[in-house]
């Protein structure tokens, strides 16, 4: 089910995964050091790999980082902000992560059951082959361009459709009835123009 309010009546332009951003980190420079994701954090060129993080409970800031293979599953994180961070097959599930700042971040081939995620802004934010089932998301700003991208069999990443709604200037998830090309197959989009821009949508799984 999709709640969102009613879409503006100027399209945005259309995006697709070409046009994101990735995260800029080097891995020869990424230190394997002791991080639980628990507390106050402000850490960067982070590799956190096959850590057991479930239940884990923090806020703050990780940047230039590569989270791969760890358990971050019914985590609580209220506020967080990552900015060129990559997590890779990930468990999130029934996880909750809110008043959370994206830029340039990516999210693939994760578990993502059960995820309550609130996004305050993305800017430059690659969703791609995860599993959202029963998950809620809630977008509240995007700058750039958000763009979840489903898998290709019948199970896809986001069970339904997603839509961002916003305001009078804001942007929305491309669609040809509001005069746009559609966006690349099996993608949702999210795009602002150049100026940043508001939004407002939730998607529920």
Known sequence: ?????????????????RDVRRPSFD???????????????DEEELLVESGEFSGAG???TLARSLVRSADLSESRMSP?????????DVDLSNASWQAVKLRQAEIVRSRAIGFRLSIASADDVRVDGCRWDYAAIHVEGVKGA???TTESDSRRSMPGPYRAACGRRGGTRSHPAAG?????????????GREPRRGRGEWLG
């Open 1 to 17: 089910m999709i709640r969102a309010p009613r879409s503006p009546s100027r399209p945005c332009a259309t995006s697709s995964i």
């Open 58 to 60: 923090g806020r703050g």
């Open 27 to 41: 891995l020869d420079d990424l230190v394997a050091a002791e991080f639980a994701f628990r507390g106050e954090f």
């Open 80 to 88: 967080l902000e990552l900015a060129d961070v990559r997590f890779e």
């Open 180 to 192: 746009n090309a559609p966006p690349a197959p099996g993608e949702d989009v999210v795009r602002s």
């Open 146 to 148: 958000l763009v979840f």
